[in-house]
Every structure is written in structure tokens, then in C-alpha cells.
T-cell receptor
């Protein structure tokens, strides 16, 4: 049974568009939620969210967590072709394990 | 900027052979992890390691697998008798102190192909 569900599974947009990626989770002992970007190989860290309602921002990327509704979103504004990647959401459980979603494959067309 | 390194980048082995995947975590980090990602599938947790012992392990991490920190810098994953289904990308990660507020940084991965 999936504990982390990401949507959409894939998304194709044009450069300059804004995208919103979704992550919902089901967990009993939540510690934090993390977003990673995976291009060719290893996931690279984007954000860690622990508190509800506080937006984290890095350049054109931002993310927010809703602990009551158990979801997070990742926004990318003014997308560029270099944003094409798989975006992974994971939560950290009480045992400090990262439980991963299947990812959203984002393709940015020029 | 410090980073996690892994060697080799790609290893091909015959079924039944033993393999050792090597990782050098970030130097001041204390918690170490192995994950794997079968092609096209989710990243899966294998094991976490702290203070020279396993903290947690998943059901994937059976008796075929072992981890070791043989010296002050390396962290290894050994698969004793590889199976075809062990073919995957194996990622090592490390974090400073393993608390829930801490970030895990990933190495570039080792692609293991079992023939």
C-alpha cells in the first residue's frame, strides 16, 4: 500500500509555464517531508518541511506543507528546460527512514 | 562543497558472486544510509547505520546484505550472493545527526548489473 502518493505521474509543459506538483502522505509518526530532484542519477535535495503553512523558497522553486490535510506542494515558476527531471517527495518517519513516492516526471519543452 | 562519493559508478557481476559497494560519506556526518532504486521504480530504503551498528533495516535487507564501516571514512554495502533482482542503482546517503530535522545527502549511486 502506497504511503506517499505523488501526482501527476508525469507532466509536459512549455518553458515559462508554472507547475504545481503534489504529494500526499499517510503516516502515523511524521517527522518531516522532503523534496528531491532526480535527474540522471542521485536525488538532490531541494527542501525539508517540518512545519505547516510555512513556505520554503529557493529561487523559482517553493514548497509548502499542510500537516492537517497531509499533503505538500512543490511549485516551479517560469520553468526552464533544465527543470526537466523527476521530482521525488519523501517523508521521514519516526525511525528516521525516508519513505519515497514514485515521483513526478516533469518535461519542459522549449 | 562536501559531497558523498560512491565507487564504482557501474559494476557488472555474475549471479551468485559477492559484490561490495563503497561509499565515502561527508566527513562530519554520523548517520549513514543505503537505498536502492530498481530501474523505473521507487527509491527504497535498505538500512541506516550509526555508531558502528545498524539502526534500522527494511525487509529488503535480508541475510544476503551486510554493511560495514571498516575505517573512519568508508561505508560499504556487501551483497553476498547476488541475484538477478539485485540489479539496481544503489545510493548511499549521510546526515549530520540523524534527527528528524536533518537532511540526508545522496551520493551519485552505483549501478549494479547482475547477469
Amino acid at each position: 500500500e502506497d504511503k506517499v502518493v505523488q501526482s501527476p505521474l508525469s507532466l509536459v509543459v512549455h518553458e515559462g509555464d508554472t507547475v504545481t506538483l503534489n504529494c500526499s502522505y499517510e503516516v502515523t509518526n511524521f517527522r518531516s517531508l522532503l523534496w528531491y530532484k532526480q535527474e540522471k542519477k542521485a536525488p538532490t535535495f531541494l527542501f525539508m518541511l517540518t512545519s505547516s503553512g510555512i513556505e520554503k523558497k529557493s529561487g523559482r522553486l517553493s514548497s509548502i506543507l499542510d500537516k492537517k490535510e497531509l499533503f505538500s506542494i512543490l511549485n516551479i515558476t517560469a520553468t526552464q528546460t533544465g527543470d526537466s527531471a523527476i521530482y521525488l517527495c519523501a517523508y521521514m518517519d519516526s525511525n528516521y527512514q525516508l519513505i519515497w513516492g514514485a515521483g513526478t516526471k516533469l518535461i519542459i519543452k522549449p | 562543497e562536501p559531497e558523498v562519493t560512491q565507487t564504482p559508478s557501474h559494476q557488472v557481476t555474475q549471479m551468485g558472486q559477492e559484490v561490495i559497494l563503497r561509499c565515502v560519506p561527508i566527513s562530519n556526518h554520523l548517520y549513514f544510509y543505503w537505498y536502492r532504486q530498481i530501474l523505473g521504480q521507487k527509491v527504497e530504503f535498505l538500512v541506516s547505520f550509526y555508531n558502528n551498528e545498524i539502526s534500522e533495516k527494511s525487509e529488503i535487507f535480508d541475510d544476503q546484505f551486510s554493511v560495514e564501516r571498516p575505517d573512519g571514512s568508508n561505508f560499504t554495502l556487501k551483497i553476498r550472493s547476488t541475484k538477478l533482482e539485485d540489479s539496481a542503482m544503489y545510493f548511499c546517503a549521510s546526515s549530520e545527526d540523524g534527527r528528524g530535522t536533518d537532511t540526508q545527502y545522496f551520493g551519485p549511486g552505483t549501478r549494479l548489473t547482475v547477469l
